[in-house]
């Protein structure tokens, strides 16, 4: 089929602000029906039922509560493609020119060794190896299962499916987007940290239903290829990608970082890739969300850049005014500024459920051996 030959260039796009603040982070913590918090109590973990659905706000509590930063939990989505199989450059591997998934792993592998002590990772390749009939369904095909489950110390097991499999097949991104928030979401673990980092060198598809291959915008190898060879596969998935990472940020508060690697080919392509990164932010995200990758240096930069974004200065207050200068933040008997700037202070990064982040120097303070972090609260003061 037309959409196995073909090979997609893009950018890397870093749902925004990942690639501009060192020790930024966007999470997905839930705060769960039924929150309590007693004043000198820490970090008091939500009542009620284990589902993890977030329900309704944190409510203002009076007091001085000592805050646990979130555990951070991350599936890696890996594009197996077969266009994984060409350089960075879209042109044919070689020794000098190493495919975008050798590169992928070179640049991943420290990255992961670097937090598989303090990060719960697992990791979902798409799509499923072939069974070698050569059908598209057999070439798009995501199981729901994870091919690395979710686990400390598993830097080697996720490393190692890059060396037992190789590309091929579509690019069914949709599909493996919903796998992988599925399998975060399974367990029952409260005041976590979860996203997805998407690596794929393409533009989505591998979805035929609903779509015409004469008219569809066609991610083959050329523009005619979707029409010659009827291939509805091969049409670009946009849509139901975005949205797919739009509704895992919306109703399961995980976020997804979103690299594309390769060339800008086409501008379809890379304006899904941005919108898909748009999708898997925040709302109130406004940098850029493009960061190209065209040389190994920029894509071993960008999961550096992620690699700072889940260092430990995400933290839950169980008690949220609506008024900032109704909590007084304190780092290390330090105590920190509200900064909305994102510069050197705390913010919020969703007050409806009490989630804070500290930038900067706080970032730094909150990161140093025997951290402790405390929140005072006046609910007098909240209006």
């Known amino acids: 089929m037309a959409f196995l030959r073909s090979y997609h260039f893009a950018v890397l796009a870093v749902a925004a602000p990942l690639a501009f603040i060192a020790c930024g982070s966007k999470t997905g913590l839930l705060i769960d029906d039924g929150t309590t918090a007693t004043a000198d109590a820490g970090f008091i973990l939500p009542s009620g039922d284990d589902s993890g659905t977030i329900t309704k706000n944190v409510p203002c509590t009076d007091g001085t509560f000592t805050l646990t930063a979130a555990q951070a939990e991350i599936v890696f989505l890996i594009d197996r493609s077969g266009s994984m199989d060409f350089g960075i450059d879209g042109k044919t591997a070689t020794g000098l020119n190493p495919s975008r998934w050798d590169q992928l792993a070179d640049a991943l592998s420290p990255v992961l060794s670097s937090i598989q002590g303090t990060v719960q990772m697992g990791a979902k390749f798409f799509p499923e190896p072939s069974n070698g009939s050569g059908d598209p369904e057999s070439a798009c095909l995501v199981e729901s299962t994870i091919d690395v489950p979710l686990a400390l110390h598993n830097a080697d097991a996720i490393s190692s499916i890059f060396q037992s499999s190789m590309p091929g097949g ?214």
């Open 170 to 383: 579509g690019t069914p991104t949709a599909a493996a987007v919903k796998a992988g928030a599925s399998i975060l979401t399974s367990t029952d673990t409260r005041a976590v940290t979860r996203f997805m980092v998407l690596a794929t060198d393409g533009a989505p598809n591998c979805a035929p239903d609903g779509k015409d291959p004469n008219t569809c915008v066609c991610t083959a190898v050329t523009q005619n290829q979707c029409k010659m060879f009827g291939d509805a596969y091969s049409c670009l998935d946009g849509n139901a990608t975005v949205k797919a990472i739009a509704d895992v940020l919306a109703t399961q508060k995980v976020p997804t970082f979103v690299i594309g690697l390769g060339e800008q080919e086409r501008p379809e392509f890379t304006t899904v890739l941005d919108q898909m990164a748009v999708a898997g932010g925040r709302p109130r995200d406004t940098a850029p969300h493009y960061y190209k990758v065209l040389v190994s240096q920029d894509l071993t930069d960008a999961f550096t850049q992620i690699q700072a974004s889940i260092t430990q200065c995400t933290f839950v207050t169980p008690s949220k005014p609506d008024n900032p200068d109704a909590i007084s933040i304190v780092v290390n008997g330090v105590t920190v500024v509200n900064d909305p700037t994102h510069t050197n202070g705390w913010d919020y990064v969703n007050k409806n459920f009490g989630e804070i982040q500290l930038y900067g120097t706080a970032c730094d303070l909150a990161k140093a051996p025997r951290t402790t972090v405390t929140a005072t609260v006046d609910c007098k003061l909240m209006h």
